[in-house]
């Protein structure tokens, strides 16, 4: 930041001031922010505050408007997602007789699947059921109990995985990048090693010369220059400034920690990438960052998500994972769920046919077992049914009835008013709404915006856990409002789920029909809450705000810890709500279905859009 350079114009606008009083000011405002806080973040904030108080407008620079443009995805250069050798095998990856079981479960029994060069493979699955234990068996295949897998020959693999730099949190970007070639990096160290040293004439010049002269000559062999100088490059493609590249992981947010990841393998030939649950704790930018990589993605690719639209954006087949065996289908996934429902009809007239054929066999076995008329007979039939392919029952999905949520009595035409509202902390301002706001009667309102612009915050202050900057919030005095938190923070952990839920007007019948719905079955009812997993928690105070059937429902990334099936519930009772709906979503599928205004924050402002589409672009244009 040229502070310099920001005090001097605000003097020549204002020579009233000296430039030690602007200074002051400047200060004054800036020790607010963390060491973590990137510097265009301060110096952004700091001219809205100094255009509040001087009634300056900048100009942004030349530098800035062109950043985007030349640092953008488009602009990587193509090759680096494409092939360049694997292409022509018919099959990376064959999985013959796959077979794993955990404890009791058994979550595959002699399984087949095929991997393709170019295939964009979706896996579908349950929460529950060890969704990752497949793509770490692919990653070593020893941790099956049993398997034939034939793996091209020099394959590289690549794991995109949820729990992001575990061990170089504090390692600096650069230096992280710098581990993508271990050994360039250290043979040029050892260059600029050599080079010092001979510059002092310390050492014995003729072995280090000769030293030099192989090192130089691998370098140049193994294309190492170019692919050292890509590894610090590569992420100005990702819109990482100088500044950044010396920031430590643990100051990058989520998203940046991902594009880091992308970067390293980018620049690697990784022939097969995997993804398990990419899109979490990213916003709509990063999220549709990762879209257009993957549509872009030139090779195989095999992905975990539970969001809907991304599955749906850049992946040609679909697995499910389901009665055991990995089932392959060569569509996308709008296509998988219709073709899905067909195959499992099919399955259940074929188990339904061969268990009555079975039945009628047995009857005959049973019936002349003893009677040596027949006795070759039935040891035919026991032959026979010994050699038959038996259908596995079907694994039964849970089949429940959405329950209704509804507001039991009639709302006041107005509900909320705001006026001339700033949100943030101390004087640092995140949103500044319109000059008047109004939430009537069935609004359903859904706000998206980049992470830590003041989406939560803006939360909090309407429902007066925060004090605003400048105000006023008005709320009928009759209306009952509740917020949904992706934390979980207000439960009792020491209380069951029935102690946490049922009370004076919650019956434990309607807690079974909210909890069947997002998939957490009767046995879990008298569990204590701090046995549950993390996700089980959010079902539960999701199910916690549900049942209190409030007037203003208020939510904080509902479908972060949320399955597929759990969010098409969730989905379907605020498709049908009366009341008033305030939901912050990264998940677009859900907010095209469940609100009706789009609300996006960008650059302070507060702007409405009708178009979902056009809103969503907002965010990353």
């Not at 029994?109 to 770490?136: G, V």
């Not at 990048?177 to 990096?185: A, D, V, W």
């Not at 920690?257 to 916003?283: G, R, S, Y």
Request: include cysteine; aromatic fraction near 12%; charge should be neutral.
């Amino acid at each position: 930041m040229d502070l310099k350079k920001i005090i001097n114009k605000i003097q020549n606008l204002h020579p009233e001031f000296s430039y030690e009083e602007i200074e002051e000011i400047c200060l004054e405002y800036l020790v607010q922010f963390s060491d973590k806080t990137k510097e265009s973040t301060k110096e952004k904030s700091l001219k809205r505050y100094l255009s509040k108080e001087f009634w300056v407008e900048w100009e942004e620079s030349k530098e800035e408007k062109d950043f985007d443009k030349k640092n953008s995805l488009a602009s990587i250069p193509r090759y680096l997602f494409n092939y360049t050798n694997k292409k022509s095998a018919d099959y990376i990856i064959t999985i013959k007789w796959l077979s794993k079981q955990l404890w009791t479960t058994i979550l595959f029994e002699d399984t087949d699947l095929r991997i393709k060069p170019q295939d964009k493979i979706a896996l579908i699955w349950k929460n529950w059921a060890w969704k990752s234990t497949f793509l770490k068996i692919l990653l070593n295949p020893s941790l099956a109990d049993k398997w034939e897998i034939e793996i091209l020959k020099d394959l590289k693999i690549w794991f995109l995985s949820q729990d992001l730099f575990r061990e170089s949190r504090e390692r600096t970007v650069v230096n992280e990048m710098l581990t993508t070639f271990p050994e360039i990096t250290r043979t040029v160290e050892r260059l600029n090693e050599i080079k010092l040293l001979l510059d002092k004439g310390q050492w014995d010049g003729i072995a280090l010369l000769e030293e030099q002269s192989e090192l130089i000559e691998w370098m140049l062999m193994n294309e190492a220059y170019q692919k050292y100088d890509l590894q610090k490059e590569i992420l100005k493609y990702f819109w990482f400034t100088n500044e950044q590249m010396n920031f430590k992981i643990s100051q990058l947010s989520w998203g940046e920690q991902t594009k880091v990841q992308i970067a390293k393998f980018l620049i690697q030939d990784v022939d097969l990438l995997i993804l398990d649950e990419p899109t979490n704790h990213l916003d709509i930018e990063w999220i549709m960052f990762i879209e257009n990589f993957c549509k872009m993605w030139n090779k195989a690719l095999i992905c975990i998500s539970h969001d809907r639209k991304f599955l749906e954006s850049a992946f040609t087949k679909t697995i499910e994972i389901k009665n055991k065996k990995l089932n392959l289908y060569y569509c996308w996934y709008k296509d998988y769920l219709i073709e899905k429902k067909k195959n499992e009809e099919i399955y259940l007239k074929n188990y339904t046919a061969q268990q009555k054929y079975l039945q009628q066999q047995e009857r005959f076995i049973e019936r002349f077992r003893y009677k040596s008329t027949k006795a070759s007979q039935v040891q035919s039939r026991i032959k026979m049914l010994d050699k038959m392919d038996k259908l596995s029952a079907p694994e039964e999905e849970i089949q429940t009835q959405t329950p209704n949520l509804q507001v039991k009595r009639r709302l006041p035409e107005t509900l909320v008013k705001l006026s001339e509202l700033s949100v943030g902390y101390w004087n640092n301002t995140l949103v500044c709404l319109p000059k008047e706001l109004e939430i009537t009667k069935a609004m359903k309102i859904g706000i998206i915006g980049k992470n830590w612009v003041g989406k939560t915050t803006l939360l909090k202050t309407i429902l007066w856990e925060l004090k605003p900057l400048y105000w006023w919030i008005w709320i009928h005095e009759k209306v009952s409002i509740w917020f949904y938190s992706q934390i979980a923070d207000d439960l009792d952990f020491n209380a069951t789920i029935s102690e946490e839920l049922i009370g004076p007007w919650v019956s434990y019948r309607e807690m079974m029909a909210y909890l069947w719905a997002l998939r957490i079955d009767q046995e879990k009812a008298d569990q204590k809450i701090w046995l549950l997993s993390w996700w089980e928690r959010s079902k539960v105070a999701l199910a916690k705000m549900l049942l209190a059937h409030p007037d203003i429902v208020v939510m904080d990334e509902p479908t972060n810890h949320l399955d597929l099936s759990s969010k098409e519930a969730v989905k379907e009772m605020l498709e049908w709500f009366n009341g008033v709906s305030l939901i912050v979503s990264h998940d677009r599928d859900f907010l095209e279905a469940t609100t009706e205004i789009l609300r996006v924050i960008k650059e302070w402002k507060l702007t409405v859009f009708h178009s979902f589409e056009r809103g969503f672009n907002e965010i990353i244009n």
